[in-house]
């Protein structure tokens, strides 16, 4: 059975998970704000039952993420439940094994964080994570992520539109490309140890300015509710909804306003495979699978739960960033 968001119809006690009382909550809250004070005693016990080796964040920011807003998007899609959200991930730098960043990613020190910010814009230096949510506030979204590898999941995140914070920047009529830099440390990160590691660390991706500037275009801070979890790119990474997971680069240490299009770390390991723009497209196979459908995690043996691929993941709303563009050339 699958709860949906707005409409838990009694789950059985075997179906109370953390998921569906981070639903209630939700609703509860959503129903009057005299009750909040009482519903915010709740999931107090029920985050940090099933978060306590990765639950980190300085108290200002634990703060700002519970007074996130909700929004319309996404609010009727089914979540994906929390424990597939932080213990099946993406994350090199711990390891190329699915549960990996679950397992050594909640060391990871990021308090305090800073990044830097230079190239073609009018304000550059150094900035604390602090320094870059003051005065910012911040929503929920719910939003589709789909990976390069045919799986997917439904993310409930906590973050703000990156377009905001370009503009803080003053970016240069020249800056027609950003780029973002993951943290490398190999005493923190032991996949950047690996001596099979493909990657030529760090991590990099990048966006064309437009593309950054798309309102879906979100930096997050958070998810279900609280901190990001280290595994999910704590404390601040990039969520693109309309392009493949590996775009929406984790925790990022420096951002850089360009003229040229920057390198990027899956298109410089295999450019036939993975493309600077990498937009969800059912019909651009990978050369070694098909992307015409995914499976929606969670995901089993008798119960796939295969679905149909859709064009920018979904989006419609970005497909005029693209007209005139041959999908099949620009993947
Ligand atoms: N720095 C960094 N960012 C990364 C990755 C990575 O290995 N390193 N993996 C990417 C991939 S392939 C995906 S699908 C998403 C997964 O995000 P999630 O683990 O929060 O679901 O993160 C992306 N961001
Ligand atoms: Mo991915």
């Known amino acids: 059975m699958i709860i949906k968001p707005h409409n838990p ?13 981070y639903l209630k909550r939700r609703q509860f809250i959503g129903q009057s704000a005299a ?25 200002w920011l634990r703060e700002q993420i519970g007074a996130a807003r909700e929004t319309s998007f996404g609010e009727d899609e089914v979540l994906t439940p929390y424990s597939s959200v932080t213990q099946y991930n993406n994350f090199y730098e711990f390891g190329t094994g699915k549960d990996d960043p679950y397992r050594y990613a909640s060391k990871l020190k990021t308090d305090p964080w800073s990044v830097t910010v230079d190239g073609e814009c009018e304000v550059k230096g150094s900035f604390t994570l602090e320094d870059l949510l003051k005065g910012q506030s911040l929503e929920e979204r719910i939003y589709r992520l789909r990976c390069v590898e045919a799986w997917s999941m439904v993310i409930p995140w906590i973050g703000f539109p990156l377009a905001d914070l370009i503009k803080r920047f003053k970016p240069l009529a020249s800056a027609k490309y950003i780029e973002f830099i993951t943290l490398e440390d190999k005493k923190q990160m032991p996949g950047q140890r690996s001596a099979f ?9 990048g966006l064309r300015m437009d593309e950054a500037m798309h309102p879906l275009t979100i930096m997050a801070v958070g998810l279900y509710g609280e901190v990001l979890p280290n595994q999910n790119g704590a404390p601040l990474r990039l969520v693109v909804p309309w392009k493949y997971g590996f775009k929406s680069i984790k925790s990022i240490v420096a951002i850089r306003f360009r003229e040229t299009m920057p390198r990027t770390t899956w298109n410089d390991i295999a450019p036939n495979e993975y493309g600077f723009y990498a937009n969800v497209n059912p019909q651009v196979d990978h050369p070694r699978w098909s992307q015409a459908s995914e499976r929606r995690l969670p995901s089993g043996l008798f119960k796939p739960n295969r679905i149909s691929t859709r064009l920018f993941n979904g989006y419609d709303e970005v497909a005029s960033l693209y007209s005139g563009m041959d999908l099949h050339k620009y993947y």
């Open 197 to 205: 590691s493909t990657i030529d660390w760090p991590y990099r991706e």
């Open 35 to 59: 009750l909040a004070l009482a519903a915010s005693a709740l999931p107090v016990h029920a985050l940090q039952s099933r978060t306590e080796p990765g639950s980190s964040g300085a108290p």
């Open 9 to 21: 119809s009694d789950p059985l006690a075997s179906e109370i998970t953390p998921h569906s009382l």
